[in-house]
């Protein structure tokens, strides 16, 4: 049994899935470090294996923590599209989205901003996000719906707005949807003033 993304599955969610069948040996991954995995490996309970160089061309993730201000986000904006890449705006209030992709979609009138979030019909967000994975869009503002499983490696800028609202873990896992490819990424996180 391979459980990916750890994190997501509580101990009671794990043991239900361990209980249909009996012997089943258990691969368990994650980036991010789960407590009592980690007990169980220290008290010999799991075995732990980590992998700790990342891809070879793989570059570190520039990581900022800045207070918000439009100026700066246009800035990132504009510095990830004028190398023809693309951007992730993590914009966690589905209600303000249309008026953010708006503002954005002024300020970059030649380039295409969408907004994405899980109260999207499951057929227009799958349409989103693969016209994303294509390149055609070049500014997605979306929800914590992209938080894992999209590895776009076009993708390398990523600003979370509100960023003192979430978890580390969450912001680790957020963070890693860029610098998936040999260009350097950087991560822009927002803070209110």
Not at 23 to 33: E, G, Q, S, W
Not at 53 to 63: E, H, L, M, V
Request: net charge positive; charged share 25%.
């Amino acid at each position: 049994l391979v459980v990916d993304e750890e994190h997501r599955f509580g101990v009671n969610h794990k043991e239900k899935i361990r209980s249909f069948k009996n012997n089943v040996d258990v691969l368990t991954l994650t980036a991010t470090p789960i407590p009592r995995t980690l007990q169980h490996s220290l008290i010999g309970l799991k075995n732990l294996t980590t992998i700790k160089t990342p891809p070879i061309s793989r570059k570190p993730i520039t990581t900022f923590v800045k207070y918000f201000d439009w100026v700066l986000v246009f800035s990132y904006i504009q510095k990830e599209i004028s190398r023809k890449g693309q951007v992730y705006f993590l914009y966690n209030d589905i209600k303000s989205i249309p008026f953010v992709v708006k503002k954005i979609q002024k300020r970059f009138k030649n380039k295409v901003v969408v907004g994405a979030s899980g109260k999207m019909d499951s057929k227009e967000l799958e349409e989103t996000i693969l016209a994303f994975f294509d390149g055609f869009i070049d500014v997605l503002v979306c929800t914590t719906i992209i938080e894992s499983g999209l590895d776009i490696t076009n993708a390398n800028t990523i600003i979370i707005n509100n960023a003192q609202n979430f978890g580390l873990a969450q912001l680790y896992q957020i963070r890693g949807r860029v610098g998936r490819g040999k260009r350097q990424a950087s991560c822009l996180l927002l803070v209110p003033p």
